[in-house]
């Protein structure tokens, strides 16, 4: 089984930055791609962003383009996330998820390991 734990998250003001970040642990190696998903309230949790294993081929939602940027560390077993310029529609729980295969899709079906999610919360 492979655990994932979110951290980072919090209150920050529109503009502002964030970096998250989700660390692996059990059969760490048993995971291929890496991503982020979040949920506001109200809404379907949507996908934000993905790695692939080598960390050669990333993903972005339309909506955080140029803004958010996804990274790893495989020595550590960590996917960060970058979030930059940030909006108040970009409040939600974020969800680390990783997949068995280098799967970068925004399907989250795709991905059979979630963390618990962590809070963040963009003021205007």
């Known amino acids: 089984q492979v655990q994932l734990v979110e951290s980072g998250g919090g209150l920050v003001q529109a503009g502002g930055s964030l970096r998250l970040s989700c660390a692996a642990s059990?059969?760490?190696?048993?995971?291929?791609?890496l991503g982020w998903f979040r949920q506001a309230p109200g809404h379907e949790r949507e996908f934000v962003t993905a790695?692939?294993?080598?960390?050669?081929?990333?993903r972005y939602a339309d909506s955080v383009k140029g803004r958010f940027t996804i990274s790893r560390d495989n020595a550590k077993n960590t996917v960060y996330l970058q979030m930059n310029s940030l909006k108040p529609e970009d409040t939600a729980v974020y969800y680390c998820?990783?997949?068995?295969?280098?799967?970068?899709?925004?399907?989250?079906?795709?991905?059979?390991?979630w963390g618990q999610g962590t809070q963040v919360t963009v003021s205007s």
């Open positions: 790695i692939t294993r080598s960390g050669g081929t990333t």
């Open positions: 998820a990783a997949s068995r295969y280098d799967y970068t899709g925004t399907n989250s079906d795709g991905y059979h390991y």
């Open positions: 059990g059969r760490a190696f048993s995971i291929y791609s």
